[in-house]
């Protein structure tokens, strides 16, 4: 791209009064400095157009998610973010895209005080690529793969808004105008948990970030423990939108599996859960009990008069 310095220039080049950037932006590397007796905690995800966000969507909305969905990692590990790099591929100069795509990542990014340090720009589809890294002290990483039988499983925020919000969009279903903007706000512009999952970490035995849907991810977690679990529908939290909805369809499915949640699920000894419970004053943010990890296989969820639903291949079905 011929002019690619001065887009790079202009869009993505931040200078940053920071002890920990020893070089940023503008070098062949950039150089940080992990603080002492701490660890790096990687992650990266690339978004495609057409494939992750639909063709049109505003630039805006891309940059907020493209970071969002990496800090939300940042967050399940208990790290603290402090640096990204964007490789970015763009089909052609386009100004009024780059400004409206760096407007909505650098609101995101400085709100977390994590600094873009570096990438790549080329000329070719759109399409993002972050690299976050944040730190942690040493050896206080948190897994999905450690819980522990007869924990606590408890979520963050509220579940299942961007799936309603995504399914408004998408289909003829109409929401009420303001759970329609609840609900596109929770799509378009998540909020990565990184204050519950840095207060959190000390006292939790695993933690997983919920992107792929409340079910998908907790299954994750309890299936990388080798173990399962029992939550009861009646105990996931929603937000009034979701709530109307689901109970006047009576679909589970939407809420418990239907993803672009960016809220932490985690499993914590019931030893802890005055601790937990001191916790969404602390971070703003409510967090819930949602049932217990146990030794059977697989995730049970319990739905009205204790049921259980099943969400495997086929979709959703009682039994
Ligand atoms: P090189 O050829 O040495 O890889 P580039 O010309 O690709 O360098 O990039 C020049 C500088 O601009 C590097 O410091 C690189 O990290 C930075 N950079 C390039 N693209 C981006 C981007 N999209 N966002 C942030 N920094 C970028
Ligand atoms: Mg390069």
Known sequence: MSDEFDLIQRYFHRQYDRSDIEIGNGDDCAVVSVPVDHQLAITTDTLIEGVHFPVGTLPERIGHKALAVSLSDLAAMGSVPKWFTLSISLPQHDEAWLSGFSKGLFALADQFNVALIGGDTTRGPLSITIQAMGSVADGRAVRRSTAQVGDDIYVTGTIGDAALGLKALTTDLELPGHHLYHCQQRLDKPSPRISSGI?????????????????????????????????????????????????????????????????????????????????????????????????????????????????????????
């Open 199 to 319: 207060a959190a970490s000390p006292f939790v035995t695993a933690m997983i970030d919920c992107s792929d849907g409340l079910v998908a991810d907790l299954g994750h977690l309890l299936v990388d423990s080798g173990l399962g679990g029992v939550i009861k529908t009646s105990r996931v939290p929603l937000s009034e939108s979701v709530k109307d909805y689901a109970e006047e369809t009576k679909d589970w499915e939407l809420p418990l599996a239907g993803g672009d949640d960016y809220e932490l699920i985690f499993t914590a000894s019931p030893d802890n859960r005055s601790i937990i419970a001191a916790l969404p004053e602390a971070v703003n943010c409510p967090i819930t009990w949602l049932g217990t990890v146990t030794t059977h296989d697989g995730l049970v969820v319990l739905g009205e008069d204790d049921v259980a639903l099943d969400f495997s291949a086929q979709g959703y079905k009682h039994f």
